[in-house]
């Protein structure tokens, strides 16, 4: 088999649940960081389980703006900045002394829901 039609065989089951989910949540369409989210349910479970736990991720236990105009991933942005300032201010006043901006990072944390940075 080809790189190319191994790839096209791990893709499948990927693009299928993203597929799925358009379709079922057309107002939400398909937004960054579901793809990383879709992933890792897919390396512990199968294609169909995986559309059904994403569905309820997203039409259940996520506000229903979470995803379609980005106010959800916002306000929790907000909220880890406010709670940083409040548990961690040494390393808030540290990162503004460098000028470095959480938002940069925490954005791609919040919207993937962690998939990426946690096991």
């Not at 079922?24 to 294609?47: D, V």
């Amino acid at each position: 088999m080809t790189d190319e039609a191994e790839l096209k065989l791990l893709l499948t089951p990927l693009r299928n649940v993203l597929h799925g989910i358009v379709i079922r949540n057309p107002t939400i369409g398909y937004c960054q960081g579901m793809n990383f989210i879709a992933a890792r349910l897919l390396s512990c479970m199968k294609e169909e389980e995986a559309f059904w736990t994403m569905t309820q991720i997203v039409e259940r236990y996520l506000p229903l703006d979470y995803y379609s105009n980005m106010i959800g991933v916002l306000v929790d942005q907000k909220v880890l900045q406010c709670y940083m300032l409040e548990r961690l201010p040494r390393l808030c006043a540290h990162l503004e002394e460098h000028m470095f901006s959480l938002d940069l990072i925490a954005f791609q944390w919040i919207a993937c829901l962690f998939a990426i940075n946690l096991p």
